[in-house]
């Protein structure tokens, strides 16, 4: 059983920048493949970037590509995103989701999910 909290989130004007974290318990974090999604009001969630095990392959949405960052340090047991030149289309309840065999990373399938947290994007 892997247990996530997010933090991180808040509320920044556009054009500023935010870090999440997600930091994990119960099980280390070196055997999961971690996720990063968000949820605007409504039921899809939707992917923002995903790692692999060892942190040297990466995926991101096309909207988040070049401004996102995904990155992990197994030893603390957490994962980042770091979020650059937000828009307030970026405006959503930000998770991270944990899973030591997802088929495919950019499907909200994961095992393990965070609580959420939000980020509000101001124009």
């Known amino acids: 059983q892997v247990q996530l909290v997010e933090s991180g989130g808040g509320l920044v004007q556009a054009g500023g920048s935010l870090r999440l974290s997600c930091a994990a318990s119960?099980?280390?974090?070196?055997?999961?493949?971690m996720g990063w999604f968000r949820q605007a009001p409504g039921p899809v969630r939707e992917f923002v970037a995903g790692i692999n095990r060892s942190g040297t392959t990466t995926y991101y949405a096309d909207s988040v590509k070049g401004r996102f960052t995904i990155s992990r340090d197994n030893a603390k047991n957490t994962v980042y995103l770091q979020m650059n030149s937000l828009k307030p289309d970026d405006t959503a309840i930000y998770y991270c989701a944990a899973d030591q065999n997802i088929a495919t990373m950019t499907l909200p399938n994961y095992d393990y999910w965070g609580q959420g947290t939000q980020v509000t994007v101001s124009s």
């Open positions: 119960g099980r280390t974090l070196r055997s999961y493949v």
